[in-house]
């Protein structure tokens, strides 16, 4: 379990908040043993963060310890430089920009607004978007903006300070967002089960079609806790708790545009073990690399081609080489989406119309045959469950969408895996190789003796009573224990 520490100047400064042992003087973190040091997480709330004051000397000590702390050595240097934020934020969207505008009078100088955020956090719910943006890129608890009307509004400046600047009003807004952004300080010890891990579990609670249920999320929870991990459930707001754990699950959809990324991103940087990893997510979650990647390395898979908008002779091209029915696809789509079957040259042609909107790239694809899709999982370089997802009755994929949102699915069979045809399970780890050593589930059709890779997905479905039908409880115990022994080995470093 990492530790949360408070770095004030003197303990009068922690006077208006309540009493912890995880707050400490500069003087005594200074004489603090480096017990864990690199399990140890630090919020420097010293008065002054200039050059060689002691709130710099607390975020250099801490780095130095290899601990993580907020304010960085770097965050602090780019506030001393203007130059970095006196620009036009593209954040001010018109919500943000007519506050501004209305209170910009209140100030004695008519054109200035000055505000102040704690952990990305601000009272005014206009400024939260711009507010948020400004934590990720300088993380700061205490962070005092003043936006200036010149043609338009821009930062003028920007400085840190410490909880003895603040009012009383103030204070209480700080003390909501600290408790927001780590609630271990507040934590009492007694009872609680001692973990030697904690690991970030990312989800997305408004998302339809999920990897995974919330029973699923529960019982990767309870097989964490039986290894001594512990597992707490995170959405996009957290981006900036990242550095509290020693590693990110992430159980959201993923895709490259998109925030899922940007956690795997930032978590790798901060030295934590991550499923999915970036570079999985940038391999799989594109059609056509993944296409192109298989290809090249001789993977089996369906005759495919690759077509550009611009290319005139696209539909020719589909004919000539694949014939009907044909497959097309956005490189992008996921659970069975932006993928459309055309049986004849007309529905080939306002299929890619539609696809060429969306995309500058479109898949096509040779149409086989199946009443199922082989879906193989496999972690770290071996096949921990076998599925077969049939298709929707009447259809032609395991998914079928209709409106108002509503998806249909096939039935599912979910076998061990010493039960599956060896070709499916080598052709499964032959694809995966080039992907990473992470979590994957790769889909495959079988017809008679062909075997073909559909595609690799980053971020497998594990629903409880579907993937887990056949080892149960083991199957989640595996994954953590994957976990478990990546994080072992990195402390070891």
């Not at 400490?24 to 043993?33: C, E």
């Not at 061990?416 to 790769?442: D, F, S």
């Not at 559909?454 to 629903?463: A, F, L, Q, R, T």
Request: glycine letters at 6%; charged letters at 30%.
């Amino acid at each position: 379990m990492s530790r949360l520490l408070i770095v004030v100047d003197h303990q009068k400064d922690w006077a208006p908040f309540f009493p912890s042992d995880d707050v400490l003087t500069f003087d005594q973190y200074l004489n603090l043993p480096h017990r864990e040091s690199n399990r140890t997480r630090v919020i420097n709330l010293c008065q002054s963060a200039r050059y060689l004051s002691r709130g710099y000397y607390c975020s250099l000590l801490a780095e130095a310890r290899r601990q993580k702390v907020v304010p960085s050595v770097a965050t602090l240097n780019d506030l001393s430089r203007k130059g970095l934020f006196s620009l036009e934020l593209s954040e001010l969207d018109s919500q943000a920009l007519d506050w501004l505008d209305k209170h910009a009078g209140a100030e004695p100088a008519a054109d200035k607004v000055r505000v102040r955020t704690y952990f990305g956090r601000i009272p005014q719910s206009e400024l939260q978007r711009v507010s948020r943006s400004l934590f990720e890129r300088f993380p700061c608890p205490i962070l005092e903006v003043v936006f200036r009307r010149r043609r338009t509004w821009q930062i003028d400046s920007m400085k840190p300070l410490s909880p003895a600047d603040l009012t009383d009003a103030e204070e209480d807004a700080f003390a909501e967002s600290l408790d927001r952004f780590s609630r271990v300080i507040w934590r009492k010890p007694r009872g609680r089960k001692h973990y030697r891990y904690d690991l970030a579990m990312l989800v997305n609670p408004e998302e339809s079609l999920p990897p995974s249920d919330g029973v699923a999320l529960e019982r990767f929870t309870k097989a964490g806790s039986k290894l001594g991990i512990h597992v707490e459930q995170i959405t996009k707001r957290d981006y900036s708790r990242l550095p509290e754990y020693d590693g990110l699950f992430i159980r959201e959809t993923t895709a490259i545009d998109h925030h899922t990324y940007r956690f795997a991103r930032k978590a790798e940087a901060e030295g934590l073990v991550v499923i999915d990893d970036p570079v999985s997510i940038l391999r799989c979650t594109n059609k056509v690399f993944l296409a192109d990647l298989l290809k090249h390395n001789k993977v089996p898979t369906p005759r495919t081609l690759i077509l550009s908008r611009d290319q005139k002779d696209a539909v020719e091209q589909i004919v000539g080489q694949i014939g009907f029915p044909v497959v097309v696809k956005i490189p992008d789509g996921s659970f069975s989406r932006g993928v459309i079957k055309a049986e004849d040259e007309p529905a080939l042609r306002r299929a890619l119309a539609g696809l060429f909107r969306q995309s500058a790239l479109v898949l096509a694809q040779e149409y086989l045959y199946t009443d199922y899709d082989w879906r193989i999982g496999v972690l770290g370089g071996r096949a921990i469950y076998a599925c077969k997802y049939f298709m929707v009755k009447g259809h032609w994929q395991i998914y079928q969408h209709g409106g108002n949102q509503q998806v249909d699915s096939g039935d599912f069979e979910t076998l061990p895996t010493y039960e599956t045809p060896r070709k499916v399970i080598q052709a499964a780890l032959n694809a995966t190789k080039l992907i990473g050593n992470g979590l994957y589930g790769v889909d495959i059709k079988q017809a008679g003796n062909r075997i073909a890779v559909i595609e690799v997905n980053d971020n497998p479905s594990i629903d409880a009573g579907v993937e887990d039908r056949f080892l149960g409880g083991e199957l989640y115990s595996l994954i953590m224990q994957e976990f478990l022994v990546r994080m072992e080995a990195r402390r070891r470093r």
